[in-house]
Protein backbone atom coordinates (compact mmCIF):
# COMPACT_ATOMS: atom_id res chain seq x y z
CA UNK A 1 0.00 0.00 0.00
CA UNK A 2 1.82 3.62 -1.18
CA UNK A 3 1.48 5.95 1.33
CA UNK A 4 3.26 9.76 1.09
CA UNK A 5 3.37 11.61 4.69
CA UNK A 6 4.55 15.44 4.33
CA UNK A 7 6.08 16.92 7.58
CA UNK A 8 8.29 20.30 8.09
CA UNK A 9 5.60 23.18 7.09
CA UNK A 10 5.19 25.70 9.82
CA UNK A 11 5.00 29.48 9.72
CA UNK A 12 8.18 31.78 9.10
CA UNK A 13 8.64 35.23 8.39
CA UNK A 14 9.62 36.77 4.07
CA UNK A 15 12.79 35.68 3.73
CA UNK A 16 12.77 32.93 5.84
CA UNK A 17 13.80 29.27 4.81
CA UNK A 18 11.78 25.39 6.06
CA UNK A 19 12.64 21.77 4.63
CA UNK A 20 9.46 19.87 3.87
CA UNK A 21 10.10 16.00 4.04
CA UNK A 22 8.04 13.20 2.59
CA UNK A 23 7.98 9.76 4.10
CA UNK A 24 7.21 7.11 1.28
CA UNK A 25 6.07 3.69 1.83
CA UNK A 26 4.83 0.80 -0.40
CA UNK A 27 7.19 1.61 -2.92
CA UNK A 28 10.74 2.69 -3.74
CA UNK A 29 10.99 6.65 -4.48
CA UNK A 30 14.06 6.03 -6.88
CA UNK A 31 12.06 4.03 -8.82
CA UNK A 32 9.32 6.71 -9.45
CA UNK A 33 8.86 10.21 -10.53
CA UNK A 34 8.04 12.28 -7.93
CA UNK A 35 6.71 16.00 -7.24
CA UNK A 36 5.78 18.65 -4.62
CA UNK A 37 2.63 20.41 -5.39
CA UNK A 38 0.72 23.39 -3.70
CA UNK A 39 -2.92 25.04 -3.38
CA UNK A 40 -3.64 28.14 -1.70
CA UNK A 41 -7.21 28.75 -0.67
CA UNK A 42 -9.07 29.46 -3.59
CA UNK A 43 -6.75 28.77 -5.99
CA UNK A 44 -6.14 25.81 -8.19
CA UNK A 45 -3.82 23.18 -7.19
CA UNK A 46 0.02 24.08 -9.19
CA UNK A 47 3.18 22.07 -9.59
CA UNK A 48 6.11 23.48 -7.86
CA UNK A 49 9.03 20.77 -8.95
CA UNK A 50 9.63 17.30 -9.79
CA UNK A 51 12.37 14.84 -10.43
CA UNK A 52 11.96 11.61 -13.00
CA UNK A 53 12.89 8.53 -12.36
CA UNK A 54 16.12 7.61 -10.59
CA UNK A 55 16.33 11.47 -9.90
CA UNK A 56 17.22 12.74 -12.76
CA UNK A 57 16.10 16.51 -14.26
CA UNK A 58 14.84 18.29 -11.58
CA UNK A 59 11.98 20.68 -12.79
CA UNK A 60 10.75 23.92 -11.30
CA UNK A 61 8.45 26.32 -12.20
CA UNK A 62 9.53 29.47 -12.97
CA UNK A 63 8.14 31.24 -9.47
CA UNK A 64 10.33 28.93 -7.63
CA UNK A 65 13.58 28.96 -9.45
CA UNK A 66 17.04 29.76 -7.44
CA UNK A 67 14.98 29.29 -4.15
CA UNK A 68 13.68 25.98 -4.31
CA UNK A 69 15.71 22.67 -4.43
CA UNK A 70 14.13 18.94 -4.67
CA UNK A 71 15.90 16.56 -3.16
CA UNK A 72 15.37 13.05 -1.91
CA UNK A 73 17.65 9.84 0.14
CA UNK A 74 16.92 6.68 -1.20
CA UNK A 75 18.03 5.03 2.13
CA UNK A 76 15.30 6.81 3.97
CA UNK A 77 13.22 6.83 1.17
CA UNK A 78 12.12 10.23 1.72
CA UNK A 79 11.85 13.16 -0.81
CA UNK A 80 12.93 16.61 0.29
CA UNK A 81 11.80 20.05 -0.65
CA UNK A 82 14.19 22.98 0.19
CA UNK A 83 12.69 26.40 0.39
CA UNK A 84 14.81 29.24 0.87
CA UNK A 85 13.99 33.15 0.36
CA UNK A 86 10.03 32.59 1.16
CA UNK A 87 7.63 35.43 0.60
CA UNK A 88 3.88 35.72 1.29
CA UNK A 89 2.92 34.06 -2.17
CA UNK A 90 4.36 31.11 -1.31
CA UNK A 91 1.09 30.65 1.45
CA UNK A 92 -0.11 27.23 0.93
CA UNK A 93 -0.98 23.79 1.41
CA UNK A 94 2.09 21.58 -0.02
CA UNK A 95 1.74 17.88 -1.24
CA UNK A 96 3.76 15.56 -1.96
CA UNK A 97 2.62 13.20 -5.07
CA UNK A 98 4.25 10.09 -6.91
CA UNK A 99 3.63 8.16 -9.74
CA UNK A 100 3.58 9.47 -13.30
CA UNK A 101 4.35 13.10 -12.06
CA UNK A 102 3.59 15.88 -14.61
CA UNK A 103 3.58 19.54 -13.12
CA UNK A 104 1.29 20.79 -15.62
CA UNK A 105 -1.21 20.12 -15.53
CA UNK A 106 -0.62 19.23 -11.80
CA UNK A 107 -1.26 15.59 -12.10
CA UNK A 108 0.12 12.02 -10.41
CA UNK A 109 -1.53 8.66 -9.24
CA UNK A 110 -0.31 8.79 -5.58
CA UNK A 111 -0.99 11.82 -3.35
CA UNK A 112 0.20 12.68 0.76
CA UNK A 113 -2.31 14.49 2.59
CA UNK A 114 -0.36 18.02 2.38
CA UNK A 115 1.52 20.38 5.02
CA UNK A 116 0.71 23.82 5.66
CA UNK A 117 3.33 26.72 4.75
CA UNK A 118 1.97 30.55 5.89
CA UNK A 119 4.64 33.22 5.13
CA UNK A 120 3.98 36.24 6.71
CA UNK A 121 5.22 39.70 5.90
Known amino acids: QVQLVESGGGSVQSGGSLRLACAASGFTITHSSMGWFRQAPGNEREGVASVRIGGLDPYYVDSVKGRFTISRDGAKNTLYLQMNNLKPEDTAMYYC??????????????WGQGTQVTVSS
Open 97 to 110: AAGSVTLTPPTAVY
